[in-house]
């Protein structure tokens, strides 16, 4: 039998119990050093390779850490910090670092405007993770410059344990980055030449230093990459691997495709490929691999929270080894930042579907499972063969539970399939703009907002104690329905055109709906990293969704009940829904979108029955779901507008159907957007001044869109003057009688003062263009 190895790409960093969190937050309210920080931030790199090691990891992976994100590490690492930040080299690295990733870089002694906005945070491929972007011009420098990696290998070593280093490959790295303050024509591809001589030489120093492995992470590889890049590979490899280091080329989360070949003939000792996202690649990718070249296989799926078919995983294996005669290594697909910790916190988990689950170190623990199973290791035979019983009951009870499988709700998706019609709005869209205008009666720029309005601390206070138990839920439901009404009040008072009831009961737009649909979970510590402090916990769908009774419907009766201006019933997507969860690995997530779709449709209708004329279904994260390869589009685009508009046609021709959308860049999707046929869409447009909506323009997008006039990320209140110009330049590219005038986003983490005045600042702007029309 074969000697296999473990490892994985990278561990979770923000602490079982979110510690980097607190100590984070902690340290900018200034109520801690940076000391204090910094071991905080050590003890959990020396738990996270206990835990590692503990589960029988040949390596543990050193330099996946960040305090606050990876790809700033680099930035730092490589010494190529942007020079708008104007640091006079007297800041400490901390300092430095947090300015790059916060902003308000502030000079005490000076008044000078310095250009200290923060960077730019973009999604990680296709996670929810957020990373910081590098920005790069002509006059960028590369410099190593920081102990920090290599300090923390002699923190690995010291604590007696073989270290593989985790870095980001240079393409990657580059490819992640920007052009910024950049001379026309500038191509960051070509800061390569002078990046690759800092990567050696800390190579070098990684090796001096007792590092047994280098990881060097080029997920791009699984992108559709223009030919200069893809062509830029071998050469840059060929030199690294000079350095003498033994170097791992990591890849994942998309398979590999026309790159296959490419990245197996890479010059270095071994690859990592993702046997989960591109396990049908595994057979061709074996057979490229040259047999003296470690092939590192990411079996156990780091991207989701399902425990691992450990049979199954076998089986795929088997014949893989059998081929092979060179080194093989079990992982994870990649790295486990985007899992949870550990099933341990987790005391009130559904006890059902508990054991269908594998956080982190459970994941860590299959690995070990199936090492032993692979090395015919007798001296834990028994262990192995208890835990393969254990995996595969638990995936029978998974597949046979009452719990995943609903007949009503396989019924009701047939019908819903065999029903072109239920998939379709009554009329087209020209029709019902008609009737809706006639229902309606608005004046031209009708005013709205986005749905919500500030979360207070009252509103915080009362969920929290509700939570606890400690208020009854009668005195919450009438704390919210005063919350209601003062949102209603104000809106009126501002002259708002279309009102909101601004969801003061929702904790989350996802979790709210979640709670109340079956087939959703929730974890009480599944904390996952977005950015820097920031975590979400994501719902786990596990089972068929569907709506055991109206979610909204009572609020939204309320809330019209005190006012004869229409208020928009307010309902998160399908999509939005099943991209911001842990989704279900055993049927398509179209099947699932389709499902959720068919729960809100409910909604949709009930809504409407109880009078609601306008409702809303945001979809914010319609674009983020769209896969790596380009050649995926078409199909997630299609059923995912199939699943919003399975949602909004129930519909009659005189209920107004408006959606969101935040985070900008459409225009590669339009025709996407065009095929939801949401009779108003608002989107996100004043960070980019308008001119998104040139798109629009051009597309000739042809219902109704709300441009959003202001920026709600900030508390900056803008003048009714500057968000007139923003609509006269809206009403120049769009035709005057399809604008909508709104903010950008909901309103939640704004204070009231402030959102009022801006309001009111934007009712004013929108008087005005009527005035000039
Ligand atoms: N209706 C939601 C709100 O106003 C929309 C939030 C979002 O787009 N992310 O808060
Ligand atoms: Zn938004």
């Known amino acids: 039998m074969k000697l296999i190895q473990t490892h994985i790409p990278g561990f979770p960093r923000i602490g079982a119990a979110r510690e980097l969190k607190f100590a984070l937050e902690r340290f900018w309210r200034g109520e801690s050093s940076e000391a204090a920080l910094q071991e905080i931030a050590s003890n959990l790199r020396a738990r996270h390779w206990a835990i590692q090691r503990q589960h029988g990891l040949d390596f543990v992976t050193v330099g996946d850490f960040a305090l606050y994100d990876h790809v700033a590490n680099h930035i730092q690492l490589f010494g190529c910090e942007p020079a708008r930040f104007a640091f006079t080299g007297e800041e400490s690295a901390a300092s430095r670092y947090f300015a790059m990733a916060r902003g308000g870089h502030a000079h005490e002694s000076c008044n000078c405007v310095h250009n200290g906005a923060a960077l730019e945070m973009t999604k990680w491929f296709d996670t929810n993770y957020h990373y910081l972007v590098p920005e790069f011009s002509e006059s960028t420098t590369f410099e190593l410059n920081s102990q920090r990696l290599l300090d923390e290998v002699a923190e690995a070593r010291a604590a007696g344990h073989p270290a593989k280093v985790v870095l980001l490959g240079p393409l990657t790295f580059l490819w992640l980055g920007k052009e910024r303050d950049a001379a026309p024509g500038f191509n960051r591809l070509g800061l390569l030449e002078h990046l690759l001589p800092q990567y050696s030489r800390l190579l070098m120093q990684l090796r001096a230093a007792g590092a047994e492995w280098v990881q060097l992470d080029e997920p791009i590889l699984g992108l559709d990459l223009p030919n200069a890049w893809r062509n830029a590979f071998?050469?840059?490899?060929?030199?690294?691997?000079?350095?003498?280091?033994?170097?791992?080329?990591a890849t994942y989360f998309s398979p590999l495709e026309e790159n296959?070949?490419?990245?197996?003939?890479?010059?270095?000792?071994?690859?990592?490929?993702d046997a989960v996202r591109a396990v049908s690649e595994?057979?061709?990718?074996?057979?490229?691999?040259?047999?003296?070249?470690?092939l590192s296989i990411g079996v156990v799926d780091g991207r989701n929270i399902w425990r691992?078919?450990?049979?199954?995983?076998?089986?795929?294996?088997?014949?893989?080894?059998?081929?092979?005669?060179?080194?093989?290594?079990?992982?994870t697909s990649c790295s486990l930042l985007h899992?949870?910790?550990?099933?341990?916190?987790?005391?009130?988990?559904?006890?059902?579907?508990?054991?269908?689950?594998?956080?982190?170190?459970?994941?860590?623990?299959?690995?070990?499972?199936?090492?032993?199973?692979?090395?015919?290791?007798?001296?834990?035979?028994?262990?192995?063969?208890?835990g393969f019983a254990e995996a595969r009951s638990a995936l029978a009870n998974r597949r046979a539970s009452a719990r995943v499988h609903s007949a009503a709700v396989a019924k009701r998706l047939a019908s819903l399939a065999s029903d072109e019609r239920a998939s379709r709005r009554g009329s087209p869209f020209v029709q019902r703009q008609k009737v809706q205008r006639e229902r309606l009666q608005l004046p031209a720029f009708p005013t709205t907002t986005i749905g919500s309005f500030p979360q207070t601390q009252t509103i915080r206070t009362a969920r929290a104690a509700l939570k606890r138990g400690e208020l009854p839920a009668a005195e919450y439901q009438q704390a919210m329905r005063e919350e209601i009404e003062h949102a209603i009040r104000r809106q009126e008072e501002l002259g708002l055109d279309v009102l909101v009831h601004g969801e003061a009961e929702r904790n989350d737009m996802v979790e709210y709906f979640g709670e109340q649909l079956d087939g959703f979970a929730f974890t009480a510590n599944g904390w996952v990293q977005s950015y820097g402090s920031r975590c979400v916990k994501p719902p786990i769908i596990y089972g068929d969704v569907q709506r055991p009774q109206p979610m909204t419907v009572q609020w939204a009766e309320y809330a019209q009940s005190l006012t004869t201006r229409p208020v928009k019933g307010m309902l998160t997507g399908p999509v939005t829904i099943l991209q911001w969860s842990f989704v279900r690995d055993d049927q398509p997530r179209a099947d699932t979108a389709q499902q959720i779709a068919a729960a809100i449709r409910d909604e949709v209708r009930d809504l409407e029955s109880a009078g609601i004329v306008i409702i809303q279904i945001d979809e914010?994260?319609?674009?983020?779901g769209l896969p790596l390869r380009r050649s995926r589009w078409d199909a997630y685009l299609g059923w995912s507008t199939k699943a919003f508009r399975t949602s909004a046609a129930v519909a009659g021709d005189a209920t107004q159907i408006h959606t969101h959308m935040c985070y900008a860049e459409f225009n590669d999707i339009l025709p996407a957007i065009a095929a939801l046929d949401a009779d108003v869409i608002t989107i996100e447009s004043s960070r980019s001044a308008m001119e998104l909506l040139g798109g629009f323009a051009s597309f000739r997008y042809p219902n109704e869109i709300g441009p959003g006039v202001y920026d709600i990320h900030s508390p900056r209140v803008p003048g009714s003057?500057?968000?007139?110009?923003?609509?006269?330049?809206?009403?120049?590219?769009?035709?005057p009688a399809q604008l909508w005038v709104n903010p950008d986003c909901g309103l939640k983490t704004r204070a009231w003062p402030e959102t009022s005045a801006a309001l009111q600042n934007m009712v004013a702007a929108a008087r005005k263009l009527r005035a000039e029309v």
């Open 234 to 249: 071998e050469p840059a490899y060929w030199l690294l691997n000079q350095a003498g280091a033994q170097l791992l080329v």
């Open 260 to 273: 296959v070949s490419l990245a197996c003939r890479l010059p270095v000792a071994g690859l990592h490929v």
């Open 282 to 294: 595994l057979t061709s990718v074996a057979d490229w691999m040259p047999a003296h070249k470690v």
């Open 308 to 331: 691992t078919d450990l049979d199954a995983t076998l089986a795929t294996l088997l014949p893989v080894l059998a081929k092979r005669s060179g080194p093989v290594w079990l992982s």
């Open 339 to 386: 899992v949870p910790y550990s099933l341990d916190s987790e005391a009130s988990l559904d006890e059902e579907v508990r054991p269908w689950l594998a956080f982190a170190e459970e994941k860590l623990a299959e690995l070990a499972l199936l090492k032993a199973a692979l090395s015919a290791d007798e001296r834990v035979s028994g262990q192995v063969a208890r």
């Open 620 to 624: 914010p994260a319609l674009r983020e």
């Open 721 to 735: 003057d500057e968000m007139a110009e923003l609509l006269r330049k809206a009403a120049r590219v769009v035709p």
